[in-house]
Nanobody, 115 residues
Framework: QVQLVESGGGLVQAGGSLRLSCAASGSIFGINAMGWYRQAPGKQRELVAMIILGGFTNYADFVKGRFTLSRDNAKNTVYLQMDSLKPEDTALYYC?????????WGQGLQVTVSS
């Protein structure tokens, strides 16, 4: 089993910053990718950013230049630094880890950006 512990999130004004963290533990040998998705009310879950095995990082167009994804391999932790936040970034943010091609999800963190 894989356990994911998410932290961060909360309420921030537009233009502000937040940092999300996700620590993976358990049967995590062979992590293929780590990152974040989000889901706004009434919308489908969408990719925010993902670090893939080998170090390639994939960002959604709507966060390029504002969000930065990083990974601490020693801690099996991925961080999402979110800057210049906009009201449309308001959503539940889910950590996603792919281990040996199986998906694991965190419980979700609420991020609310006020205008």
């Amino acid at each position: 089993q894989v356990q994911l512990v998410e932290s961060g999130g909360g309420l921030v004004q537009a233009g502000g910053s937040l940092r999300l963290s996700c620590a993976a533990s358990g049967s995590i040998f062979g992590i293929n990718a780590m990152g974040w998705y989000r889901q706004a009310p009434g919308k489908q879950r969408e990719l925010v950013a993902m670090i893939i095995l080998g170090g390639f990082t994939n960002y959604a167009d709507f966060v390029k230049g504002r969000f930065t994804l990083s990974r601490d391999n020693a801690k099996n932790t991925v961080y999402l630094q979110m800057d210049s936040l906009k009201p449309e970034d308001t959503a539940l943010y889910y950590c996603n880890v792919v281990v040996r091609r199986s998906d694991y999800w965190g419980q979700g963190l609420q991020v609310t950006v006020s205008s």
